[in-house]
């Protein structure tokens, strides 16, 4: 059976005092539950103290991006290896905040999770629709193209990723998908990752998930467990949502 997960994503928010009251919060709220795991992805200024702070904990860490390159003259660029360094789980990959700003196509968030694996880490790849797209009914069309790029370039370790669909429209926004809507899209998702042969990969959702929502769209039969923005920098809310 698959697991459930739930992933912080803090985004470029924190400070060193209010992060080791939020981390020391989540460690301290969080009991070890075989088949749940939570984790927070965090700016990489900060990776050294989520590090200090979660290592002897069941709560594991991670990055919100990371170079496709290994090392060299990338300036501002984070490699792979670096992250590994500083016992990161997780790197998100291909966050549609990343390709609507910074122009990771969907070639680029490919190569970054080949990167991620390369060194032991779990890529969490994002995919999802604009609000045109949905409206254009392109939904389908869009999510698997943006998957396709990494199944293709993964080739057999897809079986190592996760994969998180966040409409852009309900990212930060206070809409969501609905239970419904997110389970449709993901059952698009789990069979395109099922082709690929590897059907037990994590499906996470994301986009205004609060504590209130989290539990009707965890119950869904391919939602995994989900990526939480907003709501993961306070921690009742967060744990809340974990709980559910
Ligand atoms: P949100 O963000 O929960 O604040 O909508 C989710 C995300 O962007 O990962």
């Known amino acids: 059976m698959r697991g459930k997960l739930v992933v912080g994503n803090w985004k470029m928010n924190g400070g060193l005092a209010a992060n080791a009251a939020l981390l020391g919060e989540i460690a301290a709220g969080w009991t070890n539950t075989p088949g749940r795991e939570l984790a927070v992805c965090v700016p990489y200024p900060y990776l050294m103290q989520a590090q200090a702070a979660l290592s002897s904990t069941s709560v594991s860490w991670g990055a919100q991006d990371v170079s496709e390159h ?10 792979a ?6 016992g990161c789980r997780y790197a998100i990959v291909g966050h549609s905040e990343r390709r609507q700003y910074f122009g990771d196509s969907d070639g680029v968030v490919a190569a970054k999770a080949k990167a991620a694996l390369g060194k032991g880490i ?18 389908e069309t869009v999510v698997l193209r943006q998957l396709g790029a990494v199944l293709e370039r993964l080739g057999e370790d897809v079986r190592r990723i996760v994969v998180a669909y966040e409409p852009v429209w309900a990212i930060g926004t206070g809409l969501t998908a609905t239970p419904e809507q997110a389970q449709a899209v993901h059952a698009t998702l789990r069979s395109s990752v099922a082709r690929s042969g590897a059907p037990e990969v994590p499906l996470l959702y994301g986009g205004s998930v609060k504590a209130d929502n989290a539990q009707a769209l965890f119950a869904m039969a391919d939602i995994d467990g989900g990526l939480i923005g907003g709501a993961s920098l306070k921690s009742t809310e967060f744990l809340a949502i974990a709980r559910a």
């Not at 290994?70 to 490699?79: D, N, W």
């Not at 290896?81 to 500083?86: I, K, S, T, V, Y």
């Not at 999802?128 to 409206?135: K, M, P, Q, V």
């Open 70 to 79: 290994p090392s060299g003259a990338f300036t501002g660029e984070v490699s």
């Open 81 to 86: 290896g670096m992250l590994a360094e500083f």
């Open 122 to 139: 779990i890529p969490i790849v994002c995919v999802g629709e604009t609000l045109g797209e949905r409206d254009a009914e392109t939904t």
